[in-house]
């Protein structure tokens, strides 16, 4: 599920051993996942993406993607965390 998440955000996937790692590419940027043995509670990544209309990414996939909270107004930019399917916050 969480490969599947990664390729829909756009990323491209370059290696993948199942269950074991799996890795991508965006533009310059290489993601990789590994599973762990045990869960860990509200892990955070620091990985942080940039869209055109976060407001309108937030309304269209609403029901897809497991958005935390709504949309907050920084300084910076518009900003919403998520989770991917391993419970990754991003």
């Not at 290489?30 to 309304?59: A, M, N, S, Y």
């Not at 907050?72 to 900003?79: A, F, L, S, Y």
Request: charged share 30%.
């Amino acid at each position: 599920a969480a490969v599947d998440f990664y390729l829909r955000l756009g990323c491209k996937l370059k290696f993948r051993m199942k269950g074991v790692w799996a890795e991508f590419e965006l533009g310059t940027v290489k993601i990789g996942l590994c599973p762990t043995p045990q869960p860990i509670e509200d892990r955070r990544t620091g990985v942080v993406f940039e869209v055109t209309d976060l407001k309108k990414l937030v309304e269209d996939h609403k029901n897809e993607l497991m958005f935390i909270g709504e949309p907050i107004e920084k300084i910076h930019g518009i900003m919403i965390g998520l989770k991917d399917p391993s419970g990754n916050i991003l």
